[in-house]
C-alpha cells in the first residue's frame, strides 16, 4: 500500500503579506515533516504585490528572509514513513533573473541519494513556476534540501504543493480514522499515528483483501484512494445513522447503525438491511470480522461503558461484556487473533474475548482529532 500527501500551506495562517520577516523558523506538518535550522521563513498571503497563479492558492511558503537568504530550505522526514518521491513546486517573480532549481536527498547518515535540478525562466516581471520531482529507486529519503534562486539572490524562490510519496513502516498494519477528517497508519510498536490524507469526516473505514479501502459517513459510502488521496463517493446508504464498517474475509461488506445490521454493495452505496439486532444492541462504533470463527466483533454502547458483541452473518448478536472504556470507536484483529479497540481518547486497548473486559496497551501519539474509527490493512 502506499501513500500520497500534498501540503499545499493553506490550512497555516499567514505571517506576512508582502514584506518577507522571517517570522517563523519552525515547520512541522502532518506528514511528519520538520523544518531543520534557524533560519527564519513566512508563510505568503498571495494577495497584493505577492500575487500568484491559481495553483499557489492564498498561500504559500518563503523559506528565507533577506538578512539570511543564503541558507537552503531543508526538511527532515518522519523515520515511519519510507519516502522515495517527493515533488515540490517553485515560482519567482522575473526582474530579469533566471532561477535554478535543485532538490537533493539524503540518507539517515547525510549521503547525497539523488538529486533534479531545473531551470525557472523568466518573463518580465511577471511570476513563473516548475515542479519538479525526485524519486529515488532503492534508498529511502531521510531528509531533502531544497535550492532555488540566483547568483544574486539565493534561495529566493517561493514554495507550494509539497509532496511526499510513501509507503508506512512494514509494522505499521493498522488504518485510523479520525473526527478531524484524516486517515492515516498507526504503527503499534511505536505507538504513532501518522496522517496521509483528510477531506472527509469518516465514522469507520474497512480494508478488503483486494486492497481496497472504504468508508463511511452518518449517510454515504466512499472509496478511499491512500496513493491519489482521494475520497470518492460511492452513494448514499439510505440512513443516517451509521457508524460502523467491516469487510467479511471474502470481501462482502457489512454495516450497523442503531440497533440495525446491514449488508452494503459497495458498487452503489446502498446499504441493505441483514436484521435488527434488538433494543439492548446501539452500534458505537466499528465491526471487524473474525475469519476462524466467522462472525463480526461489534461495541455497543453502554450505561457505564461501551459493550462488546459478537454478529453473526445471519444477523443474530451475543452480548460478551463490559469492555470498561467509552468510545470505542475502532477495532482490529492482529495476526495472533489478539482483539484491540481504539477510543476517541486515542487509546489503543487489548480486549479479552471471553468476557469483553479491556486493559491499556498504549497511547497512541500523532493525533490531532479523536478516533473514529480502524481497520487491519494487509
Given at each position: 500500500m502506499f501513500g500520497l500527501t500534498v501540503v499545499d500551506f493553506e490550512n497555516i495562517e499567514s505571517t506576512v503579506t508582502t514584506t518577507r520577516t522571517g517570522k517563523l523558523t519552525e515547520l512541522k506538518l502532518d506528514i511528519g515533516v520538520l523544518k531543520r535550522g534557524t533560519t527564519g521563513f513566512d508563510i505568503i498571503n498571495n494577495t497584493e504585490k505577492q500575487a500568484k497563479p491559481l495553483e499557489f492558492e492564498q498561500h504559500s511558503l518563503d523559506p528565507?528572509?533577506?538578512?539570511?537568504?543564503?541558507?537552503?530550505?531543508?526538511?527532515?522526514?518522519?523515520?515511519?514513513?519510507?519516502?522515495?518521491?517527493?515533488?515540490?513546486?517553485?515560482?519567482?517573480?522575473?526582474?530579469?533573473?533566471?532561477?535554478?532549481?535543485?532538490?537533493?536527498?539524503?540518507?539517515?547518515?547525510?549521503?547525497?541519494?539523488?538529486?533534479?535540478?531545473?531551470?525557472?525562466?523568466?518573463?518580465?516581471?511577471?511570476?513563473?513556476?516548475?515542479?519538479?520531482?525526485?524519486?529515488?529507486?532503492?534508498?529511502?529519503?531521510?531528509?531533502?534540501?531544497?535550492?532555488?534562486?540566483?547568483?544574486k539572490f539565493p534561495n529566493s524562490v517561493?514554495?507550494?504543493?509539497?509532496?511526499?510519496?510513501?509507503?508506512?513502516?512494514?509494522?505499521?498494519?493498522?488504518?485510523?480514522?479520525?473526527?478531524?477528517?484524516?486517515?492515516?497508519?498507526?504503527?503499534?510498536?511505536?505507538?504513532?499515528?501518522?496522517?496521509?490524507?483528510?477531506?472527509?469526516?469518516?465514522?469507520?473505514?474497512?480494508?478488503?483483501?483486494?486492497?481496497?479501502?472504504?468508508?463511511?459517513?452518518?449517510?454515504?459510502?466512499?472509496?478511499?484512494?491512500?496513493?491519489?488521496?482521494?475520497?470518492?463517493?460511492?452513494?448514499?446508504?439510505?440512513?443516517?445513522?451509521f457508524n460502523a464498517l467491516g469487510f467479511t474475509s471474502d470481501n462482502i461488506l457489512y454495516a450497523a447503525g442503531g440497533s440495525k445490521f446491514y449488508k452494503v454493495d459497495t458498487k452503489t452505496g446502498k446499504a441493505n438491511l441483514v436484521s435488527d439486532l434488538g433494543s439492548s444492541f446501539l452500534s458505537h462504533g466499528d465491526l471487524v470480522f473474525d475469519p476462524d470463527n466467522e462472525y463480526f466483533w461489534a461495541t455497543s454502547k453502554g450505561s457505564t461503558s461501551d459493550v462488546l458483541y459478537k454478529?453473526?452473518?445471519?444477523?443474530?448478536?451475543?452480548?460478551?461484556?463490559?469492555?470498561?472504556?467509552?468510545e470505542v470507536f475502532g477495532l482490529s484483529l492482529n495476526d495472533d487473533g489478539n482483539l484491540f479497540g481504539y477510543t476517541s481518547k486515542g487509546q489503543q486497548i487489548l480486549i479479552n474475548e471471553q468476557t469483553g473486559l479491556a486493559t491499556l496497551e498504549q497511547n497512541i501519539t500523532g493525533l490531532t482529532g479523536a478516533v473514529g474509527g480502524a481497520t487491519n490493512w494487509v
Amino acid at each position: 500500500m502506499f501513500g500520497l500527501t500534498v501540503v499545499d500551506f493553506e490550512n497555516i495562517e499567514s505571517t506576512v503579506t508582502t514584506t518577507r520577516t522571517g517570522k517563523l523558523t519552525e515547520l512541522k506538518l502532518d506528514i511528519g515533516v520538520l523544518k531543520r535550522g534557524t533560519t527564519g521563513f513566512d508563510i505568503i498571503n498571495n494577495t497584493e504585490k505577492q500575487a500568484k497563479p491559481l495553483e499557489f492558492e492564498q498561500h504559500s511558503l518563503d523559506p528565507f528572509a533577506f538578512a539570511t537568504s543564503n541558507t537552503p530550505f531543508t526538511l527532515e522526514l518522519n523515520d515511519n514513513l519510507s519516502v522515495n518521491t517527493v515533488s515540490i513546486t517553485m515560482g519567482d517573480y522575473g526582474d530579469d533573473f533566471s532561477d535554478n532549481l535543485i532538490i537533493q536527498a539524503f540518507d539517515e547518515q547525510g549521503v547525497l541519494i539523488g538529486e533534479v535540478e531545473g531551470t525557472l525562466l523568466t518573463d518580465g516581471i511577471k511570476f513563473t513556476s516548475k515542479t519538479l520531482t525526485l524519486t529515488t529507486d532503492e534508498k529511502l529519503i531521510h531528509s531533502l534540501k531544497f535550492i532555488g534562486g540566483t547568483d544574486k539572490f539565493p534561495n529566493s524562490v517561493f514554495y507550494d504543493n509539497l509532496s511526499v510519496s510513501y509507503t508506512p513502516s512494514s509494522t505499521a498494519n493498522i488504518l485510523l480514522s479520525t473526527r478531524d477528517s484524516k486517515v492515516g497508519s498507526f504503527d503499534p510498536l511505536t505507538g504513532a499515528f501518522t496522517s496521509f490524507l483528510e477531506g472527509v469526516n469518516l465514522t469507520d473505514i474497512a480494508s478488503s483483501d483486494r486492497d481496497e479501502i472504504f468508508g463511511i459517513t452518518f449517510s454515504q459510502l466512499y472509496k478511499i484512494d491512500p496513493v491519489s488521496g482521494q475520497f470518492s463517493l460511492i452513494g448514499n446508504l439510505g440512513g443516517s445513522s451509521f457508524n460502523a464498517l467491516g469487510f467479511t474475509s471474502d470481501n462482502i461488506l457489512y454495516a450497523a447503525g442503531g440497533s440495525k445490521f446491514y449488508k452494503v454493495d459497495t458498487k452503489t452505496g446502498k446499504a441493505n438491511l441483514v436484521s435488527d439486532l434488538g433494543s439492548s444492541f446501539l452500534s458505537h462504533g466499528d465491526l471487524v470480522f473474525d475469519p476462524d470463527n466467522e462472525y463480526f466483533w461489534a461495541t455497543s454502547k453502554g450505561s457505564t461503558s461501551d459493550v462488546l458483541y459478537k454478529i453473526n452473518l445471519d444477523g443474530t448478536a451475543v452480548k460478551v461484556g463490559n469492555i470498561g472504556y467509552k468510545e470505542v470507536f475502532g477495532l482490529s484483529l492482529n495476526d495472533d487473533g489478539n482483539l484491540f479497540g481504539y477510543t476517541s481518547k486515542g487509546q489503543q486497548i487489548l480486549i479479552n474475548e471471553q468476557t469483553g473486559l479491556a486493559t491499556l496497551e498504549q497511547n497512541i501519539t500523532g493525533l490531532t482529532g479523536a478516533v473514529g474509527g480502524a481497520t487491519n490493512w494487509v
